[in-house]
């Protein structure tokens, strides 16, 4: 089966999210800006310093990204979340935690009954989580 990997459009905060992102989540981050890349001449001004993509590199796959274009009436991120599923409760709560942290959470972190700790949010991005530790079923 091919790999699955969700992409995330950001409104010109995407740099910001992706290095917090990476410092909370772990990875490696490769990032290019529209300035930096081969069709710059091409882009809107104004959109230089704006990501046109990104990844975060870990244990199995990729979360990709890029910011928005300035000219486009970007909608925010609706309709998905990005499910992360953790080996214990402890490290699924730990990222819960920097996640949360002027964000907005949906539900808690708590035992559910597939996982020892389940819980939903939205981070100061806009993205929406759905963090798992110690899945049990």
């Known amino acids: 089966m091919p790999a699955i990997n969700p992409y995330l459009t950001f409104n010109g905060n995407c740099a910001e999210a992706m290095r917090f992102y990476e410092r909370t989540l772990g990875g490696k981050l490769q990032i290019m800006t529209n300035g930096e890349s081969p069709i710059a001449d091409t882009l809107p001004p104004g959109s230089a310093d704006r990501i046109m993509h ?9 979360l990709m990204v890029s910011d928005d274009m300035p000219s486009n009436s970007y ?4 309709g998905f979340a990005v499910s992360v599923i953790y080996p214990t409760a402890a490290e699924a709560k730990r990222i819960f935690d920097a996640l949360a942290k002027g964000g907005k959470v949906f539900m808690p972190l708590d035992k559910a009954f597939w996982a020892e700790a389940f819980g939903m949010l939205v981070d100061r991005f806009g993205t929406p989580w759905l963090i798992n530790g110690a899945m049990t079923a």
Do not use: S
């Open 54 to 62: 990104a990844g975060l590199e870990f244990d199995g796959g990729v």
């Open 75 to 78: 909608k925010g991120m609706h």
